[in-house]
């Protein structure tokens, strides 16, 4: 595979994920976007090391902080998600307006 074939595929992850997060209303669905988004980062990050410096480490410190990001993202999401479901039913942005600052 050649490095223009990673980038359409992080190009279409990332393309997906931002319709995903800009379409829908349920803050699950919003959220599954954001790691679509996420996805298409990595996949483009691991293709630019290992095709400009595979020999260097720089690439994956970039790519385990992103997934640890990742990962740290959706726990607290979802976490979030789960407490406002539990306190008040609600599952929708629009019905979780009223939690602005």
Not at 1 to 23: D, E, K, P, V
Not at 59 to 81: D, K, P, R, S
């Amino acid at each position: 595979m050649t490095l223009q074939l990673f980038l359409l595929l992080a190009a279409g992850l990332f393309a997906i994920g931002l319709y995903g997060a800009l379409s829908q209303q349920s803050i699950v669905m919003l959220m599954m976007g954001l790691e679509l988004m996420l996805n298409g980062v990595i996949v483009a990050a691991a293709a630019f090391w290992f095709y400009v410096s595979p020999a260097g480490t720089d690439g994956q410190v970039l790519i385990v902080v992103i997934i640890t990001v990742m990962a740290v993202e959706m726990a607290v999401g979802f976490a979030v998600v789960t407490a406002i479901y539990r306190a008040r039913q609600v599952d929708m942005t629009d019905d979780a307006a009223d939690l602005k600052g």
